[in-house]
């Protein structure tokens, strides 16, 4: 089964353009004009990577990108702009695009950014699908006693006191995550994901630190988002 992409430039010569150079890949290329448009393709699900124009007349593709997220959609999302400001492209990479393509550009180059994108995606999620079709270690213990006392120097009261401290500050970590997911900051999430991990290792939270790992792997996967979420709900209970 071929992948499909899903393309939104509101520009019709831009739009012939950049669809006939994927001709040549084995892709299935949707087509949008408008954010409108994409909004209504990309709920449809199955698309293995987002193209999206910067800015449209109807909106941006940063704010449609975090519109999706919001609803837990997990696509990765290249973006292509005219703009050559380091600092839109900064900005546009901290809103959740994992590519940014400048335009106008060759034929070849627009080809090898798609396809360079496309490896590193990881394969869509159907709709409907549940989370543990991404393996989610749910059958590892939540905590791991042995590894804790371990790391502290063989004192279960040190691991009992750091465990108390880890979990009041678990839902501060939980909730910055979840900011960072919504608004597609994958910079702001692997930062609170490295700390937390690290903390992770000295209690033995072996069923977050696992869930936060895969978490970091694929930061737009919904499926592992919600896992991570239900491992911090067991971690915390």
């Given at each position: 089964?071929?992948?499909?992409?899903?393309?939104?430039?509101?520009?019709?010569?831009?739009?012939?353009?950049?669809?006939?150079?994927?001709?040549?890949?084995?892709?299935?290329?949707?087509?949008?004009?408008?954010?409108?448009?994409?909004?209504?393709?990309?709920?449809?699900?199955?698309?293995?990577?987002?193209?999206?124009?910067?800015?449209?007349?109807?909106?941006?593709?940063?704010?449609?990108?975090?519109?999706?997220?919001?609803?837990?959609m997990a696509t990765p999302a290249l973006v292509h702009t005219a703009a050559l400001d380091a600092d839109e492209r900064r900005h546009l990479l901290a809103r959740g695009f994992s590519t940014v393509v400048i335009k106008p550009l060759g034929a070849e180059a627009w080809r090898q950014a798609v396809?360079?994108?496309?490896?590193?995606?990881?394969?869509?999620?159907?709709?409907?699908?549940?989370?543990?079709?991404?393996?989610?270690?749910?059958?590892?213990?939540?905590?791991?006693?042995?590894?804790?006392?371990?790391?502290?120097?063989?004192?279960?009261?040190?691991?009992?006191?750091?465990?108390?401290?880890?979990?009041?500050?678990?839902?501060?970590?939980?909730?910055?995550?979840?900011?960072?997911?919504?608004?597609?900051?994958?910079?702001?999430?692997?930062?609170?994901?490295?700390?937390?991990?690290?903390?992770?290792?000295?209690?033995?939270?072996?069923?977050?630190?696992?869930?936060?790992?895969?978490?970091?792997?694929?930061?737009?996967?919904?499926?592992?988002?919600?896992?991570?979420?239900?491992?911090?709900?067991?971690?915390?209970?």
């Amino acid at each position: 089964m071929k992948q499909s992409v899903l393309l939104l430039e509101d520009e019709p010569t831009s739009r012939m353009f950049l669809a006939t150079a994927l001709a040549g890949l084995p892709i299935q290329v949707d087509t949008a004009q408008s954010v409108a448009q994409a909004r209504e393709l990309a709920a449809q699900g199955g698309h293995s990577l987002w193209l999206f124009d910067a800015n449209l007349p109807d909106g941006t593709g940063a704010d449609l990108l975090g519109e999706l997220r919001s609803q837990g959609m997990a696509t990765p999302a290249l973006v292509h702009t005219a703009a050559l400001d380091a600092d839109e492209r900064r900005h546009l990479l901290a809103r959740g695009f994992s590519t940014v393509v400048i335009k106008p550009l060759g034929a070849e180059a627009w080809r090898q950014a798609v396809s360079t994108a496309l490896a590193q995606a990881p394969a869509p999620l159907p709709l409907g699908e549940s989370p543990a079709a991404y393996g989610a270690p749910d059958d590892l213990p939540v905590w791991d006693d042995a590894a804790a006392i371990a790391a502290l120097g063989g004192s279960r009261d040190n691991v009992d006191a750091l465990r108390g401290l880890f979990l009041a500050e678990l839902p501060t970590a939980r909730d910055e995550i979840m900011a960072a997911a919504r608004a597609g900051n994958h910079v702001a999430m692997h930062d609170t994901l490295h700390r937390l991990r690290a903390s992770c290792g000295f209690v033995g939270a072996a069923r977050l630190d696992a869930a936060g790992q895969a978490l970091r792997d694929a930061p737009d996967c919904s499926a592992r988002l919600q896992h991570f979420m239900d491992a911090v709900e067991a971690t915390a209970s």
